[in-house]
T-cell receptor, first 113, second 112 residues
Framework: EAQVTQNPRYLITVTGKKLTVTCSQNMNHEYMSWYRQDPGLGLRQIYYSMNVEVTDKGDVPEGYKVSRKEKRNFPLILESPSPNQTSLYFC????????????FGPGTRLTVL | GENVEQHPSTLSVQEGDSAVIKCTYS??????FPWYKQELGKRPQLIID?????GEKKDQRIAVTLNKTAKHFSLHITETQPEDSAVYFCATFSSNTGKLIFGQGTTLQVKP
């Protein structure tokens, strides 16, 4: 089954404790991105990748890192999480880029205390 | 910079009525306009999209209209059903910036 997966689905952590949210897709998509969803603000892009080893900042990249060592995986790293990073995070992938269907993962609910 | 405004933020309709959600954008180079539906606790999923060379597109009970001159596009849902209850996001892609920008979302409630 074609899909995008994320882990963990739920995470409660404390300020400053490094964490990684994994994202994987099995559709051989080149384009992948991370979004955060906050009430009243919609979906905002954090980072994106157009291919292996090619990543760039989105609209809200501060406090986040990413890597793309393999085509299927695009982990999101929070090296020193802060309470303002409490949010719902979605990974997405697409075949032809941003003017194409975005396939979202199931989401990760992160709480930073 | 580029901006997408979505209205209303919440919308409540009776089952069987129509619902309309509108988005306005500022970047004249925008040429792709998708709509995503997010059911409670689920991921956003594409329900319909339109490109700038088309003024209207329909898929059963949903339709999207685009007015490039006024820089707005709308989602129309006819004969609404309780399963249409969800958050709907519009988005625009600009060929100038290469970015996909989402609106703030509209929570639609369809009352039986």
């Amino acid at each position: 089954e074609a899909q995008v997966t994320q882990n963990p689905r739920y995470l409660i952590t404390v300020t400053g404790k490094k964490l990684t949210v994994t994202c994987s897709q099995n559709m051989n998509h080149e384009y992948m991105s991370w979004y955060r969803q906050d009430p009243g603000l919609g979906l905002r892009q954090i980072y994106y990748s157009m291919n292996v080893e090619v990543t760039d900042k989105g609209d809200v990249p501060e406090g986040y890192k990413v890597s793309r060592k393999e085509k299927r995986n695009f982990p999101l790293i929070l090296e020193s999480p802060s309470p303002n990073q409490t949010s719902l995070y979605f990974c997405a992938s697409s075949f032809r880029g941003w003017a194409d269907t975005q396939y979202f993962g199931p989401g990760t609910r992160l709480t930073v205390l | 910079g580029e901006n997408v405004e979505q209205h209303p933020s919440t919308l409540s309709v009776q089952e069987g009525d129509s619902a309309v959600i509108k988005c306005t954008y500022s970047d004249s180079a925008s040429n792709y306009f998708p709509w995503y539906k997010q059911e409670l606790g689920k991921r956003p999923q594409l329900i319909i999209d339109i490109r700038s060379n088309v003024g209207e597109k329909k898929d059963q009970r949903i339709a999207v209209t685009l007015n490039k001159t006024a820089k707005h596009f709308s989602l129309h849902i006819t004969e609404t059903q309780p399963e249409d209850s969800a958050v709907y996001f519009c988005a625009t892609f600009s060929s100038n910036t290469g970015k996909l920008i989402f609106g703030q979302g509209t929570t639609l409630q369809v009352k039986p």
